[in-house]
T-cell receptor, first 112, second 115 residues
Framework: DVKVTQSSRYLVKRTGEKVFLECVQD?????MFWYRQDPGLGLRLIYFSYDVKMKEKGDIPEGYSVSREKKERFSLILESASTNQTSMYLCASSFRAGRDAFFGQGTRLTVV | AQSVAQPEDQVNVAEGNPLTVKCTYS??????LFWYVQYPNRGLQFLLKYITGDNLVKGSYGFEAEFNKSQTSFHLKKPSALVSDSALYFC?????????????FGTGTQLKVEL
């Protein structure tokens, strides 16, 4: 079975901190994604990567950056955390375009 | 841009009754459509997808979905609901921007199955 692992289930950070969310997949998938999930808004794509060192902005990239130095790992970075970034963050991966995406268990981030 | 709409925030159904969770889509070209389920404090799990072929798609846990091109819909169905089906359900469409690698999700429908 494909496994997508997010480094933390719950995080509490202070306003202004630099925050790293890590995601690792074990199935050699080309594509990796970061979404945030908010009630009533569904899942919104922050960034995605279709290859090592390649990235593309999603629908809401402001305030975020990403890093993909190795194929299996995709990191989401909050350069200076703000309270409006309090949310559930979901990482996903897929083999190629149009194929099923597999999700991690999510990281619930609270910024105080 | 591709999009999906889930018109109902919540659906309530009695156990044993059939259930339907609605989804409509807007795409240019042929749609790739998906359903995912999310149980509390968990990530999303894939249920089923439509790419081409039969309009009735069968998936995990007894769920199925009917693709209707004329109504641009892809409703999720199950003949007999279980309490354990209570969860948050998301419809998604493959977004052809960025090489077709992205999925665009709806806002989700909370399904509550009661005894």
């Amino acid at each position: 079975d494909v496994k997508v692992t997010q480094s933390s289930r719950y995080l509490v950070k202070r306003t202004g901190e630099k925050v790293f969310l890590e995601c690792v997949q074990d199935m050699d998938h080309e594509n990796m994604f970061w979404y945030r999930q908010d009630p009533g808004l569904g899942l919104r794509l922050i960034y995605f990567s279709y290859d090592v060192k390649m990235k593309e902005k999603g629908d809401i990239p402001e305030g975020y950056s990403v890093s993909r130095e190795k194929k299996e790992r995709f990191s989401l970075i909050l350069e200076s955390a703000s309270t409006n970034q309090t949310s559930m963050y979901l990482c996903a991966s897929s083999f190629r375009a149009g194929r099923d995406a597999f999700f991690g268990q999510g990281t619930r981030l609270t910024v105080v | 841009a591709q999009s999906v709409a889930q018109p109902e925030d919540q659906v309530n159904v009695a156990e044993g009754n059939p259930l339907t969770v609605k989804c409509t889509y807007s795409v240019s070209g042929n749609p790739y459509l998906f359903w995912y389920v999310q149980y509390p404090n968990r990530g999303l799990q894939f249920l089923l997808k439509y790419i081409t072929g039969d309009n009735l798609v069968k998936g995990s846990y007894g769920f199925e979905a009917e693709f209707n091109k004329s109504q641009t819909s892809f409703h999720l169905k199950k003949p007999s609901a279980l309490v354990s089906d209570s969860a948050l359900y998301f419809c998604a469409v493959r977004d052809m921007a960025g090489g077709g690698n992205k999925l665009t999700f709806g806002t989700g429908t909370q399904l509550k199955v009661e005894l």
